[in-house]
């Protein structure tokens, strides 16, 4: 008798464990949504505030394994702390937006040659590799998925790859997506294009020096839908741009994929990562959102 309900005890914790665990996972997510029951309210959570910290993930994440530029790589995200992502769409040969940032498969996928030069059909089959080339069991997402997935959860920021402008704009108009879906645009004119289109879609605006800010100063564009990236590193000359686009109410971004997060060490990049927002920028941009999460706790 003993043995048996020593057995069952074990049973039961078994039991108890298993059904906590995704339960867990659903609650961190939840947690850990950004959801926006319109633009203003979007607009209002993006304006600029004095130590506010934000999670960008660079192509989602290459953390755990995951592959770059996947739904499941945001998820794992998002398990962890909120978080926007920047995610890069090209076109296949017949004309769908899916989600791999090189021109080329060979890197991210078990396919090679150029994307444009496969049908979406085709590239289904394809599986997609971590960061160290290990083949995954997971899939090429298409933007449609991703930005169906996306509602409700998070923001995505959509680079500026393939794609025409004209197309993205469609693609966005289509799932009226104006409060989860962003646009990086690399100069004026692109993003007059996207707010000719929908005024009140936003921008991740490329602003690297003064000239840049002098041309989107005379420009005439508003000031309240879009964040600013400035560049890849800490330097003497963000701090005008901190000054001048902070009392616009504007969050500048730096993104650490090509500089910190090269650093060997957890520790190095920890301290950057942390020497970042300290310098004045709002929003970091980084391949490791969830050791950035950690470091800035």
């Not at 607009?43 to 505030?49: D, L, Q």
């Not at 930005?147 to 704009?169: F, M, Q, R, S, Y």
Request: glycine letters at 4%.
């Amino acid at each position: 008798m003993p043995k048996l309900l020593s057995m069952k005890r074990i049973i039961q914790t078994i039991v108890v464990a298993l059904l906590l665990m995704p339960v867990t996972n659903i609650y961190a997510q939840k947690k850990n949504k950004l959801h926006f029951k319109d633009i203003g309210e979007m607009y209002t959570y993006f304006t600029y505030a004095k130590d506010k910290k934000i999670i960008s993930g660079h192509r989602g994440t290459i953390e755990n394994g995951l592959p770059e530029n996947s739904i499941i790589s945001m998820k794992e995200v998002l398990k962890h702390t909120p978080a926007i992502f920047e995610v890069d769409p090209r076109l296949t040969k017949d004309g769908v937006a899916v989600m791999v940032h090189d021109a080329t498969l060979d890197r991210t996928t078990t396919g090679t040659g150029k994307v444009s030069d496969y049908t979406w059909k085709e590239l289904k089959k394809l599986r997609l590799k971590d960061a160290q080339g290990n083949i995954t069991k997971y899939r090429i997402n298409t933007l449609d998925e991703m930005i169906k997935w996306a509602k409700g959860k998070t923001i995505l920021n959509l680079d500026k790859k393939d794609l025409p402008l004209e197309t993205t704009a469609d693609i966005i108009r289509k799932h009226n997506a104006y409060n989860w879906v962003w646009v990086t645009v690399h100069n004026v004119d692109q993003a007059k294009f996207y707010l000719d289109k929908n005024p009140n879609q936003y921008l991740s605006m490329h602003i690297k020096d003064q000239a840049a800010l002098e041309k989107f100063k005379q420009s005439g564009l508003p000031y309240n839908r879009m964040i600013v990236y400035i560049g890849p590193d800490i330097k003497q000359s963000n701090q005008d741009m901190y000054n001048f686009l902070s009392e616009k109410g504007v969050m500048c971004m730096i993104s650490s994929a090509p500089t910190y997060d090269k650093l060997q060490t957890l520790e190095e990049r920890a301290q950057k990562y942390r020497d970042v927002f300290a310098d004045g920028a709002n929003i970091l941009e980084s391949d490791f959102p969830i050791e950035v999460s950690k470091a800035i706790k």
